[in-house]
Nanobody, 124 residues
Framework: VQLQASGGGLVQAGGSLKLSCAAS????????MGWFRQAPGKERQFVAT????????YYADSVKGRFTVSKDAARNTVYLQMNSLKPDDTAVYYC??????????????????WGQGTLVTVSS
């Protein structure tokens, strides 16, 4: 099981970045694949996730309307389009997959497999 995240970088406030997470076929068949982030000295925080079945999406309130999670089943890849970035969005972003229940879809402890993380830095 492998997850490979990419696409992070340095961007000015108001700018955009698109993260990608390439997954093995087995991981892609999980309940959902999500994005979390962790800033220095802070706990890991839910960002967004997309269900395998139906493609339903869920977002943290802090990113709703600015970020979009999507998937490409043919490429076994999940994306996170981030627009109108703010300095508070600065963090290491991780993709992860879960086989857990939908009731825990925002809980990082329910995610079984994790990518290595990609750093997003938003300058003011």
């Amino acid at each position: 099981v492998q997850l490979q995240a990419s696409g992070g970088g340095l961007v000015q406030a108001g700018g955009s970045l698109k993260l990608s997470c390439a997954a093995s076929t087995r991981t892609f068949s999980s309940t959902a694949m999500g994005w979390f982030r962790q800033a220095p000295g802070k706990e890991r925080q839910f960002v967004a996730t997309i269900r395998r079945s139906g493609g339903y999406t869920y977002y943290a309130d802090s990113v709703k309307g600015r970020f979009t999670v999507s998937k490409d089943a043919a490429r076994n890849t999940v994306y996170l389009q981030m627009n109108s970035l703010k300095p508070d969005d600065t963090a290491v972003y991780y993709c992860a997959s879960t086989h857990g229940p939908l009731s825990s879809i925002r809980d990082h402890t329910q995610y079984n497999y994790w990518g290595q993380g990609t750093l997003v830095t938003v300058s003011s």
